[in-house]
């Protein structure tokens, strides 16, 4: 099937943003009301486009569109194509969806920054390329999506550039995506190379004739691009400093959508990894590593929104892992990836309405009882908090649950390691996510005088409002029934494997709940009642190394940033002196020879000009001399 | 009347009216400059649009005889990789004289000097990228030096001098071992089919495998410095950094090219079993230079001598790719020759605004600009994602082209290749944060922004690297048969894909 629509998903956002920067100053006092707009509009096509796809058969839901022949050489043809099937609809509900929301809310939050226009310039452009990334039809299309939201990201992160500290944050997370584009572009050529195609049908036809080999190189390849991008071991350390970035930013890029574009790219790419065990066996490390090394940081931070950054990387690792499970896991991948969009983005929301409230303060150790002052953000924000640590009935319980369960169910060894990992990661993200919400909104008050924090104007707590519905209801929403297995089978499940069972379900989720108590009690008692106004500066190796992020810059570092710019240094060095040394060496002592002959002449600009003349001539009393 | 002798003819007349105007008047001589280069540009319009996409072979074919006694003469034509190489001439020359309306005044010769030698340097582009005959090209080869020779040593800044006479030792040096490369190659043609130049007849040639390396080696070296492959480059950052901008663009927009022109049209097609001999060794340089270039681009402090490394990086993406021999690479190769020329012309002219608004070219000097300068600041950023090829814009589809064609016969060297891709982030986002974020630095604060001329001036150039990005289709049909073609002629075919392919 085809349709006409699914072009405007992206020209319309795309269109407002070219717009709105074109237009500059002039648009100032509308542009955030066109952009909003705008995005609505998006949501509304998407919308369309789902209810007509639950109406038609299950074998004929996805929907294409061509729109014209974007690389023709030889055999390489890539068109720009899109393609609207059952996983990409997902994505593009919940960009549209929470991207919305957060129009509206940064409507109120930017209200005072006289760049406001630029910003939801910005947000447009991010929308436009974010829905080309998970609409392109080919693995071409959705590099440049994928650059795309790389580079939003980059702007929106230096939005306020001429902070240095935040101009190099930007920079940082540009460069890192680049490591992971790397990948992405390596894994492009592997495809041609084997496939002739770089499209996903046309990979997918002939993905039974490859080696082993060339499957699972591109599987890493691939991996890596999903690394670079969803801030997963080892390329991970931007995602903190990202939080530069307004806070609308944070949840909607740093959270709900570009950072889980790993998962897509591996959900996406199935076919792939279904067939490259290794490569699956890779993605299952690195997503238990990162689920792990997000918590253990988000233990120690005071900085409300790196706390969350720190969350947000172990939540994906969680969908990561899950993704590496094959088509046991995808489902759950997406369904984690779907809940934590609601409660992750609803509770950065939270967060930038705490700042809103408090004079843009970050630090927790200067909050403290604003649960009385802020009731509506409180309470959204206390539901978010629920789901995520996993509390039935709400969503992070169903997904997580589902994600731990297919851990177990690996089988083996393994099985065992993955599950244990898993449900550790639940005990730690209970315990930081009860140390937040302790220290943000329970607790004495720790916050200057005379600055009474003040609860968020409508347009920032309304989308708040709905964002917690979602945190409470998606995840039964998308469980009851098997909803998400059965709607997303025909694209990331076409054989309808039978998945054995480890543990009963019953155990897992004992087990689960049992972990989250342990979290929050450990936390309870830590942090109940009063704390004092500065972190506690003497604390074991432990605390302190988790405090500098588990070295991930320093290790950075030492292991890149030095060792190149060294490098660098040299060849600066090397060039001037070794190789254009030899130049001038060869040339002064050429001159030096023709130095006697100087006298003849008058300028050397002549010389030179006659020295031209003279090879002309040679050429022609050469040629001469042969035909004679 | 011939179109190309017209279009090769209209700037050097135009040149010699101008030369008849009086020095005083600098806003006439600029503005008959500007007329004149506009019309040329309209006349490779035409050219281009009158062009069949569908055949291989020369167009526009035109050849009289200049001096029978040697098989010289004067004979034009173009296929898709001339064409594309000459319109990008055209087109960059009236965008070079608007854009720097003012970069002449101040030099050692007069404003009028000036644009009469932009203009024969117009000329000369044209005859370098249009001649069959290979005389007829070495001729237009070594005959450009002199022009550019003068812009450099004439207008510059800093040591002008010294890099114009590196500039031209290097050039010469090359020319030489080319010269005697075409006098081999014509006494070989004299035994065999009888005495000429002209390049087709020439490729027919059947030449003796140690004759033909050391026939190739000439050409090869030649154009190795003109487009600078490591370790030939030194004289590159050298004249860019005291060229004016203006100079600067058509020297390794367009000059530069001929170099990797040349590559295809005389190595390659006249040369095809030395170019594999020598393929291993040209593919080791060329993914040298992409990575040499880029790591002295990062180091540079310089803002013109950044953009200079970082062509020695494009220069060997584009070598690389046309010694890859695949459909896609090559293709690519010619593509990015004409990407890399408007992305280049973009950065340098912006740089050059704002070197000529602060007085400095030095990076550290400036920062902020982004809050003081938006249009002059976004320009440059927009020129900057093109040289690190952003997906969406041209030189991502080139440069991608190049690599994945390499790729499927040269995996290894497409993959480190590929590791350009992570430094030019660095070497284009460094100057940007340094250049255009942060706080703003001292001295910045009232600088102007673009003016109407230099808008109009950039807009084009910028709406071509957006459009050619998404739609790159109107240049691929052009330049495909062509790329075809010196695949063929190099007796190569593309590689099947391993699952499903013919084998």
């Known amino acids: 099937m085809t349709s006409e629509n699914l072009v405007y998903l992206i020209a319309l956002p795309l269109f407002s943003s070219a717009l709105l920067m074109l237009l500059g100053r002039k648009a100032d006092k509308w542009g955030h009301i066109f952009a909003t707009l705008i995005s609505a509009s998006t949501f509304v096509i998407g919308a369309m486009e789902f209810f007509a796809m639950i109406d038609r058969p299950e074998a004929s839901r996805a929907v294409t569109q061509k729109l014209f022949t974007w690389i023709s050489v030889g055999t390489f043809n890539v068109d720009a194509g899109l393609l609207l099937d059952q996983l990409s609809i997902a994505f593009v509900l919940l960009i549209t969806g929470v991207g919305t929301l957060i129009h509206v809310y940064s409507i109120a939050y930017m209200s005072h920054d006289k760049d406001r226009r630029r910003f939801f310039a910005y947000l447009n452009f991010f929308i436009a390329a974010m829905l080309l990334l998970v609409l392109g039809d080919s693995y071409l299309n959705l590099y440049v999506g994928w650059e795309g939201v790389g580079l939003a990201s980059y702007l929106l992160i230096g939005f306020w550039n001429q902070k240095p500290e935040y101009a190099t944050a930007a920079k940082k997370a540009f460069v890192a995506n680049r490591v992971g584009d790397f990948g992405l572009s390596v894994a492009v050529m592997i495809a041609f190379a084997n ?169 927790m150790r200067r909050y403290g009882g604003l649960a009385k002052f802020m009731p509506i953000t409180s309470i959204t924000f206390g539901l978010g908090y629920l789901a995520i640590i996993g509390v039935p009935p709400f969503a992070g319980f169903y997904s997580k649950d589902k994600i731990i369960e297919t851990a177990f169910n690996a089988g083996g060894l393994q099985g065992v390691l993955f599950g244990s990992a898993a449900l550790l990661g639940a005990v730690i993200t209970a315990f930081y996510m009860t140390r937040l919400m302790l220290m943000t909104f329970f607790g004495n008050k720790r916050w200057a005088q005379g600055s009474e924090p003040h609860e968020s104007p409508f347009l920032m707590w309304a989308p708040m409002a709905v964002l917690a519905v979602g945190s409470v209801a998606s995840g039964y929403l998308l469980y009851s029934g098997k909803a998400i297995v059965k709607w997303l089978a025909p694209v990331v499940d076409k054989n309808q494997h039978e998945h054995t069972e480890f543990l009963p379900p019953i155990v897992v989720t004992t087990l689960a709940v049992v972990a989250v108590i342990i979290g929050v009690s450990i936390a309870f008692i830590k942090y109940r009642g009063d704390l004092s106004e500065s972190a506690p500066s003497e604390v074991s190796i ?62 050397y600009v002549r010389n030179y000009a006659l020295l031209i003349l003279i090879g002309a001539l040679v050429a022609l009393l050469a040629a001469l001399a042969v035909t004679i | 009347m011939n179109l190309l002798t017209s279009m090769g003819l209209l700037p050097l007349i135009g040149a010699g009216l101008i030369a008849l105007l009086p020095v005083s008047n600098a806003k006439l001589i600029k503005q008959g400059a500007l007329l004149v280069s506009v019309l040329v540009a309209a006349l490779g319009i035409t050219m281009t649009i009158g062009f069949d996409r569908g055949v291989t072979g020369f167009q526009y074919v035109e050849r009289y005889s200049w001096i029978p006694s040697l098989g010289i003469s004067y004979q034009l034509g173009i296929d898709g990789i001339s064409l594309i190489l000459i319109l990008l001439s055209v087109l960059l020359v009236p965008i070079v004289i608007l854009a720097g309306w003012n970069e002449s005044e101040g030099g050692r010769f007069s404003v009028k000097t000036f644009y009469v030698l932009i203009l024969v340097l117009e000329t000369m582009m044209i005859g370098v990228f249009a001649a069959t005959d290979l005389f007829l090209f070495y001729v237009f080869f070594e005959a450009m030096l002199v022009p550019v020779y003068f812009l450099i040593g004439g207008y510059g800044s800093g040591a002008r001098q010294a890099a114009a006479v590196k500039f031209l030792l290097y050039s010469l040096f090359g020319g030489l071992l080319m010269l005697a490369s075409i006098i081999g190659i014509f006494v070989i043609s004299g035994n065999q089919i009888g005495r000429t130049f002209d390049i087709t007849a020439l490729s027919t040639l059947e030449i003796d495998t140690t004759t033909q390396n050391f026939l190739f080696l000439g050409f090869f070296i030649a154009f190795a410095i003109k487009a600078p492959l490591w370790p030939l480059h030194t004289w590159l950052p050298d004249a860019a950094k005291s060229a004016t901008p203006g100079t600067s663009v058509l020297l390794l927009g367009v000059l530069d090219k001929v170099g990797t022109f040349g590559m295809i049209r005389y190595c390659v097609e006249l040369f095809p079993e030395a170019s594999r001999t020598f393929t291993p060794l040209i593919i080791t340089l060329a ?208 590689p099947q894909p391993l699952v499903g392919g013919d084998k």
């Open chain 1, 195 to 363: 496939f002739g195609a770089v499209s996903f049908i046309g990979i997918e036809e002939k993905v039974g004739g490859a080696s082993e080999t060339a499957l699972t190189a591109m599987g890493l390849m691939l991996l890596l691009a999903a690394v670079g991008k969803s801030a997963q071991f080892p390329l991970q350390a931007w995602l903190g400093d990202a939080m530069a970035g307004p806070t609308p930013v944070s949840a909607l890029i740093h959270a709900a959508t570009m950072v889980t574009a790993g998962v897509y790219l591996i959900t996406r790419s199935n076919f792939i990894f279904d067939n490259a065990p290794t490569a699956q066996l890779a993605v299952v490390i690195v997503g238990t590593i990162t689920l792990l090394f997000g918590a253990i940081i988000g233990m120690a931070k005071d900085d409300i929104k790196k706390a969350l950054a720190a969350s947000t990387m172990s939540q994906i690792g969680y969908m990561i892992m899950a993704s590496g499970f094959g088509p046991a896991g995808y489902a759950f991948a997406i369904m984690h990836l779907l809940t934590h969009g609601f409660f992750k983005a609803g509770m950065f929301l939270g967060a930038g309405s705490v700042m809103h409230g408090m004079n843009d303060e970050v630090n």
């Open chain 2, 287 to 494: 993914v040298i230079s992409i990575l040499y270039g880029a790591f002295l681009a990062i180091g540079q402090k310089d803002i013109k001598s950044l953009i200079a490394f970082t062509s020695i990086s494009h220069f060997g993406f584009i070598t690389l790719g046309i010694f890859a021999m695949t459909t896609q690479s090559n293709s690519g190769a010619t593509l990015y020759m004409f990407n890399h020329g408007i992305s280049t012309a973009a950065l340098f002219l912006t740089a050059g605004w704002m070197i000529s608004r602060r007085g400095s070219s030095t990076i550290a000097d400036f920062g902020g600009l982004q809050r003081v300068t938006p249009i002059l600041a976004w320009s440059f950023f927009i020129a900057g994602l093109s040289s690190l090829a952003l997906p969406g814009l041209s030189s991502f589809v080139s440069e991608f082209l190049v690599l994945v064609g390499t790729y499927t016969r040269y995996p290894v060297a497409a993959v480190i290749a590929t590791f350009g891709i992570i430094l030019a982030a660095l070497y284009i986002l460094i100057p940007v944060q340094k250049a255009l974020h942060g706080p703003t630095t001292a001295g910045n604060e009232n600088l102007p922004d673009l003016n109407k001329r230099e808008i109009a001036a950039i807009a084009p150039v910028i709406a071509l690297i957006i459009a050619l990005g998404f739609y790159p289709k109107p240049a691929l049909e052009i330049i495909n048969p062509a790329a075809q073609v010196t695949i063929t002629k190099a007796g190569y075919s593309d």
């Open chain 1, 542 to 603: 432990f605390t302190r190394v988790i405090r500098r992020d588990l070295l991930q810059d320093d290790a950075n570092e030492f292991l890149f940033m030095r060792p190149g710019q060294k490098l660098t240094q040299l060849l600066v060095k090397t060039d001037e002196s070794v190789i254009d040394g030899a130049v001038r060496a060869v040339g002064s002592s050429a001159l030096g020879s023709a130095r006697g002959m100087r006298k003849l002449q008058t300028g």
